[in-house]
């Protein structure tokens, strides 16, 4: 197809030259060329090919881009270091399959410079819907090897499709990318990303010779410390390349992978409903700086500080972390041994050996050992324990943590310095978070203290309270009084309100301490409200969990009844879920820490606290988010207690929201541990999607279907990828995410029977076991529920493929 964008123009130019191209195409020959003005769309009509001047430059380009998103986005320029200065650029092909660009004058500005030996017949050039501009020998139907492409020459993006970064070991060519010198010019800057493989194959970002990022080395599946595959990646290594590629999994998802102006790897997805691009960077936290915390250091984003040494290392300087670290005791290079680490980006490989032989672990160790200057060791390809091994020499460089997806390292350490837990194989990279949750019990019984010191000696204390009496010895709550709270909360201030809650106003309040408070305030006019704050109070003063909101105190005075619990920066899921902007805040590490969060805390909640206790109102704006964005349960005004045995129970009251009702709450009041069950597997694959399952709409979704029955719609499409959050990109754990949505619906199961309990949840989340197929969801279809509307009980027909799983639960 051409498309005349300056009609003008060409017919002044088509008047000068023989021939044009002459009808609708995608491809053109030697008896044609291109001109400034005409463009070469793809078949499917994808990409195209034209001239383009960018920002208030003149210069003109010849480029690829996407043909229907606007503002043009370029994913390949051919003169990017020679510009044409004016309208007058055309595109031709010579009879060796030479792609030519020349100028008004007919001076060659770029050539595609292809060295083919191979006799051409008749070259044809042609734009492939894939974004790939290709010379092909017409004449030599059925082999599909191109005399030339752009894939093979990427500017500064990379497009799903191309296995071309790396090497040609043969000619010696390198592919790789490089960012554009400015928004204006797309010459070549400073940046540059390649396929490294020295050592054993990795991706280095480069600003000039100095390294600035690094991913690798390869582990089989994906390159260590890149999250996912959802992208496919692929590796070819023989003899005569090695070859890094990328494909879509979904073919329909638009998606490209550029290198910044500031050299920051971006994937951007096309967002077909905002026609927007969302983007990822690669570069997310200080941990991917390369090499952020020296030699044998592990870096730990969001850890204080930052920077750790591997165990039985030192900070180099205690003062400047970065500095990296030295092995406590020299190594003997004999009796050495070895301490395991997971969860790793595995350290810079371009000082390594690799051995493909069949090996062992313990194959692998004795092979280290025979050298003395290797320091560590790992299996070559994850996928197989007898892969074979990558030897480290020298220092280990760049290592962190991962969220998910990590690698397995195996590091070398005297044995004289094992000592007395010479046992220890595992090394508790965890410790230190360990002792700061001491810590934090040991503010916190402080604080108790301390409060409970101050009602002691305060002359007024709570005789006047609703709760008195009662509370006084059954919770030892602390005791706010009252003008400690008003004026913490600035007199109830319309400003300091964070929101309206069931029975009434929250309030910010900051103690005179500095310490933020959230303060719930009993509403006057509700009169069961006081039951149900009591009942609170009661409950929550005998909860503590990481995973539950923490009550600081209570406030009982005159009129007034109040609950003061901590303040929570981050507000509550709902909030910050449901936002497009604010969603992006959730990458997927922790969209799976609240699952699993809220998962534990309610599994303390029905099992492992002293009661048992039913929530009965869980709902994403009942999830609050602490600074770090982990989830804690709030709002037990509904929660029930239940002594020793009793699981189950009626209720004339139906109280709770509707989109997280479970069918037999909703319609016969019926309410046991497994309604809660319901409303978590909603709250998870809301999660998941980032959408509501009330009011949910979605533009494929034209039976009406709720989330529930979309998810398990694409569920048995075998599409359930599809339901995880677009603005998540590709940057998930695939496996976490399917895991994740199938427990989802399987708490959702319209009988209480087929949903798991809370302490299945958890262990299914946890550990890689085969799960029982769902059926059908409660309330498939439809947007709200209506108590009292009768409802038929699925047509459960699959029961037979239902997989039994025996919980192995050593606790
Ligand atoms: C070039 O393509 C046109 C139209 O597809 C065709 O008619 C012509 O024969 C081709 N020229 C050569 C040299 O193959
Ligand atoms: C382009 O020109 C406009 C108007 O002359 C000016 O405001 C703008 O700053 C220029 N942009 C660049 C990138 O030079
Ligand atoms: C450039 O080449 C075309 C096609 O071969 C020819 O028609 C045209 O006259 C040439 N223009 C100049 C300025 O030489
Ligand atoms: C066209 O390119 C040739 C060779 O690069 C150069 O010598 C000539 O000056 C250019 N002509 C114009 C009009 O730019
Ligand atoms: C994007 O949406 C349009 C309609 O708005 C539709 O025609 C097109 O197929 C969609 N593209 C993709 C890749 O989903
Ligand atoms: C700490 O050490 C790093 C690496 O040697 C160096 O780049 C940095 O400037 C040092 N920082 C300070 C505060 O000395
Ligand atoms: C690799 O490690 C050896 C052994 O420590 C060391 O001598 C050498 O300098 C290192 N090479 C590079 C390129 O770092």
């Not at 500064?156 to 592919?175: C, H, Q």
């Not at 026609?275 to 952020?292: G, S, V």
């Not at 194959?363 to 025979?370: F, H, P, V």
């Not at 009662?470 to 709550?477: K, R, V």
Request: glycine share 8%.
């Amino acid at each position: 197809m051409i498309e005349h964008r300056d009609k003008f123009a060409s017919l002044l130019i088509s008047s000068l030259i023989i021939h044009t191209i002459s009808a609708a195409t995608d491809s053109f020959n030697i008896s044609e060329s291109i001109r400034d003005g005409e463009t070469l769309v793809s078949s499917g009509g994808m990409f195209a090919l034209g001239f383009f001047s960018l920002g208030n430059s003149t210069n003109r380009y010849l480029g690829i881009y996407y043909n229907n998103i606007k503002p043009n986005t370029y994913v390949w320029v051919a003169n990017r270091e020679a510009p044409l200065p004016t309208k007058s650029g055309s595109l031709t092909v010579t009879e060796s399959g030479l792609l030519l660009l020349l100028n008004g004058t007919n001076g060659t500005v770029w050539s595609s410079a292809s060295a083919t030996t191979r006799k051409v017949q008749n070259p044809t050039v042609e734009l492939l819907d894939s974004g790939n501009l290709v010379v092909r020998d017409a004449d030599n139907d059925g082999t599909d090897i191109f005399l030339w492409q752009s894939f093979d020459h990427p500017t500064d993006t990379y497009l799903p499709g191309m296995i071309s970064l790396g090497w040609d070991l043969d000619k010696r060519v390198e592919t790789y990318l490089s960012s554009w010198r400015g928004h204006d010019d797309p010459g070549p800057g400073e940046f540059t990303a390649h396929l490294d493989p020295t050592g054993y194959p990795q991706i280095v970002v480069r600003r000039g010779e100095t390294v600035k990022f690094r991913l690798g080395p390869w582990n089989g599946v994906r390159f260590s410390g890149s999250p996912g595959t959802r992208n496919n990646p692929t590796l070819r290594m023989n003899k005569d390349e090695v070859k890094y590629g990328e494909d879509n999994v979904e073919k329909s998802v638009i998606a490209r992978l550029t290198l910044s102006l500031d050299g920051v790897g971006v994937r951007w997805i096309w967002n077909n409903q905002s026609k927007r691009w969302t983007t990822h960077n690669l570069e997310a936290d200080p941990c991917d700086t390369y090499n952020a915390c020296g030699a044998f250091g592990v870096c730990s984003a969001g850890d204080s500080p930052m920077c750790r040494c591997m165990d039985r290392f030192v900070h180099r300087d205690e003062g400047n972390l970065s500095q990296g670290c030295v092995a406590r005791t020299a190594l003997a290079c004999g009796g050495d041994v070895f301490l395991k680490y997971s969860g790793m980006k595995l350290p810079d490989a371009r000082n390594t050996t690799f051995d493909e032989r069949k090996m062992l672990p313990a194959d692998c160790e004795a092979e280290c050992l025979k050298r003395c200057s290797c320091t560590a060791f790992k299996q070559l390809d994850i996928r197989e324990e007898t892969s074979g091994c990558l030897f480290y020499y020298g220092e280990l460089l760049d290592v962190r943590t991962m969220p998910v997806g990590g690698d397995e390292l195996y590091i070398r350490i005297a044995s004289t310095d094992l000592g007395k837990d010479a046992h220890a194989k595992r090394v508790k990279l965890k410790a230190s978070l360990a002792s700061m949750a001491a810590a934090a019990v040991l503010i916190c019984l402080g604080l108790i203290f301390l409060c409970v010191w101050k009602r002691k000696k305060d002359s007024n204390p709570y005789n006047e309270g609703k709760f008195s009496g009662s509370l006084g010895h059954d919770a030892d709550l602390p005791f706010f009084n009252l003008p400690l709270i008003l004026k913490a909360t600035n007199n109830f201030s319309t400003d300091n309100k964070l929101g309206e809650g069931g029975f009434g106003p929250v309030y910010k309040g900051v103690l005179e301490n500095g310490q933020e408070i959230a303060v719930k305030r009993l509403s006057k006019s509700s009169k069961q409200g006081v039951d149900e704050l009591k009942n609170e109070v009661i409950l929550i003063a005998k909860l503590q969990h990481r995973n539950l909101v923490r009550t600081l105190g209570c406030c009982a005075e005159g009129e007034e009844s109040m609950l003061i619990y901590e303040y929570m920066p981050n507000n509550s899921l709902d909030f910050v879920l449901f936002d497009e902007t604010k969603s992006m805040s959730l990458d997927w590490r922790k969209r799976f820490n609240i699952i699993t969060g809220i998962a534990k805390g309610l599994l303390y909640l029905h099992q492992d606290s002293r009661l048992r206790i039913i929530h009965r109102d869980l709902k994403a704006s009942n999830i609050l988010l602490d600074t770090e964005m982990n989830p804690k349960i709030s709002d037990f005004g509904l929660a029930r207690s239940f002594g020793g045995s009793e699981t189950q129970a009626q209720t004339s009251r139906v109280v709770g929201t509707y989109g997280y009702m479970s069918p037999e709450y909703a319609i016969d009041g019926m309410f046991s541990i497994k309604s809660d069950v319901f409303s978590f597997g909603v709250l998870v694959l809301e999660t998941v999607s980032g959408k509501r399952n009330r009011g949910f709409c979605h533009e494929q979704n034209q039976n009406s279907l709720n989330l529930l029955g979309y998810a398990w719609t694409l569920s048995i499409e075998g599409r359930s990828c599809d339901l995880v959050d677009p603005c998540l990109g590709e940057l998930f754990d695939l496996s976490e995410a399917l895991r994740s949505i199938q427990v989802g619906l399987l708490c959702v199961q319209t009988c209480q029977e087929d949903r798991p309990s809370m302490s299945e949840v958890v262990f299914m989340l946890g550990n890689q076991v085969e799960l029982p197929v769902p059926k059908q969801p409660g309330f498939f279809a439809g947007r709200d529920v209506v108590p009292g509307r009768s409802y038929s009980s699925s047509n459960a027909t699959n029961s037979d493929n239902q997989v039994t799983i025996t919980w192995s639960q050593g606790r």
